[in-house]
């Protein structure tokens, strides 16, 4: 089978060895000859077997379902809309931008910031959860995806303009190595009352977010940007999909579950804090 041109290189680098990876029909394989291939859907596994923490690690089928059923009903796109702005600002000046969206889950930012960003920025996206990346790959087929793990990620050092990270787990040596010096990093955190409303129900005393300012090694910190918004659910199944897209459908007590089934609406403040750092 013959090599195509540079122009088919992957975004991503072999899990093994590290070295480039090219495009070849329906496989992408290193110059070593570690080979992987691509999924019907378009998406590769980069996953090594010792970063697997669980038979299927990451978000299962119903957790993705609930995420897309609620995501796509629009409750988050003011901050989707903040995001494509920051990380347009971010690319601005790079001659040939590359941005990763580390922890992807099913895709909705990561489509987003593809039609925002257009064909100008190239794009790549990883999760650990193989359900995600195959929703996701569905949805964007102008982006690169692949299942991995951001303490092991599949990208050259130093490659990255943009990496952004939307309540995924934080990776930092990891980050710092695929950033370029200069590149940014946009974190999104929780804001203080994120989801005030639906702790209230779950649980006795609802806490709020405490706001850190954390250094990270390698990066600098330039800004928080926060955004605000308010939702009001009048579903069932809505708040259900919220409740099971949060960390808290796995340590809420069964009586809070239960008051969350027998609502009828639930209000709450949506709040996330974007963090902004340079890779130094």
């Known amino acids: 089978m013959t090599e195509k041109r540079c122009s088919d290189n992957s975004a991503f680098c072999c899990p093994v060895c590290g070295q480039p990876l090219l495009r070849q029909e329906r496989l992408l394989r290193c110059a070593t000859g570690h080979s992987f291939d691509l999924a019907s859907q378009g998406y590769v596994n980069l996953l090594a077997a010792n970063r697997k923490h669980a038979a299927l690690p990451g978000d299962d089928k119903g957790m993705v379902a609930a995420r897309r059923a609620f995501l796509?009903?629009?409750w988050y796109q003011p901050f989707s809309d903040a995001l494509n702005r920051l990380a347009a600002q971010a690319v601005a000046?790079?001659?040939q931008p590359f941005l990763l969206d580390a922890g992807c889950g099913e895709g909705y930012y990561t489509g987003r910031l593809a039609?925002?960003?257009g064909h100008q920025v190239r794009i790549a996206a990883f999760d650990i959860s193989k359900s995600a990346v195959q929703a996701a790959a569905k949805s964007c087929p102008t982006v690169e995806f692949a299942v991995a793990s951001a303490f092991a990620i599949p990208v050259e050092n130093y490659k990255v303009d943009c990496l952004v990270n939307i309540f995924a787990p934080m990776a930092q040596r990891e980050f710092a190595r695929v950033l370029r010096p200069g590149g940014?990093?946009?974190y999104a955190v929780p804001g203080p009352r994120?989801?005030?409303?639906?702790k209230e129900i779950l649980y006795d005393t609802p806490y709020e977010n405490p706001v850190r300012q954390v250094e990270y090694e390698g990066f600098r910190f330039l800004s928080r940007v926060p955004v605000q918004t308010r939702c009001t659910l009048v579903s069932q199944q809505e708040m259900q999909a919220l409740f099971a897209m949060t960390p808290y459908y796995w340590k809420t007590p069964r009586e809070g579950a239960q008051r969350l089934a027998q609502c009828s609406q639930l209000t709450t403040e949506l709040?996330?804090?974007f963090l902004i750092y340079e890779r130094v």
Do not use: S, V
């Open 72 to 74: 796509r009903a629009g």
């Open 93 to 95: 000046t790079a001659p």
């Open 115 to 117: 039609q925002a960003l």
């Open 184 to 186: 940014q990093m946009i």
């Open 194 to 198: 994120h989801l005030f409303g639906l």
């Open 271 to 273: 709040e996330f804090d």
